[in-house]
């Protein structure tokens, strides 16, 4: 099959690009590099022709509340306007577990757009909810930091390897459409300083990080369970130990 990634380039995407190229699939990893722009539509056209399935697994430059809107919006509407010309009979699209429940967050705002495009397009769908990525770590401990502290929320997360999601997620292109929700985690759960104390200790990071139930995530107060999945997920099998040795061995030779 013609399998088309939208963001191929990116951590999760050229992870997904290279599973289905090889179980024998023909792949095109759309950029902007290699001349895809969902904002513009430029090259969207002559990439899905002849495409059977479009997984889009990109994300916004930028975190700004009205930038995230306008990028899943506009995105959204010029992707799926493109793929029904194109006749294409599968949109996969990787989203975050708790989205509908973040909406006092500008980033989860644009997410909660982009899934509705999604559901009322008429396009054959599936949306794959994830938790958070072992590699979004660094990124949460920026969004949290307050000079030498870093206040985070004492809710739960079990989180998932990018390895882990790319595998679930070429087990999801390559199925049926469900037209709903499939959700993924990693196979722990942890609160969320204790996860960045362990984070930290890997990193030589020396800040200090205090737990808050009131400090916010990305804008959003949460809740013990907010960020766990809401069903039956489908679990990773990668732990967080044995990925942060792998990060200490990275700090080594680096």
Do not use: C
Request: hydrophobic fraction near 45%; glycine fraction near 10%; proline fraction near 4%.
């Amino acid at each position: 099959m013609k399998i088309v990634v939208i963001g191929g380039s990116g951590l999760i995407g050229s992870k997904l690009v290279h599973n289905l190229r090889m179980l024998g699939h023909e792949v095109f990893a759309a950029s902007p590099a290699t001349g895809v722009n969902t904002i513009t539509g430029e090259g969207l056209a002559q990439a899905l022709e002849n495409a059977q399935i479009v997984v889009d697994v990109a994300n916004s430059p930028s975190f700004e509340d009205k930038a995230v809107l306008e990028f899943f919006e506009t995105s959204g509407r010029n992707l799926l306007a493109a793929e029904k010309a194109a006749g294409v009979g599968h949109h996969v699209a990787l989203s975050v577990v708790g989205t509908e429940l973040l909406a006092e967050s500008g980033y989860f705002r644009g997410k909660i757009a982009q899934e509705k495009l999604i559901r009322e397009s008429g396009m054959p769908y599936t949306i794959v909810h994830s938790t958070q990525f072992f590699e979004f770590l660094g990124g949460i401990a920026k969004s949290a930091a307050e000079g030498d502290e870093v206040r985070l929320p004492t809710a739960f997360v079990q989180p998932i390897s990018s390895d882990d999601v790319a595998a679930a997620l070429t087990e999801v292109t390559l199925n049926s459409p469900v037209n709903g929700v499939v959700e993924i985690a990693g196979p722990e759960r942890f609160r969320m300083p204790d996860l960045m104390q362990q984070y930290f200790a890997v990193t030589n990071d020396s800040r200090k990080i205090v737990g808050d139930p009131q400090a916010r995530y990305f804008g959003a107060l949460l809740t013990d369970e907010m960020l766990l999945p809401a069903g039956m997920a489908h679990l990773g099998n990668n732990r967080m130990m044995n990925w942060l040795e792998t990060q200490r061995k990275i700090e080594k030779a680096s």
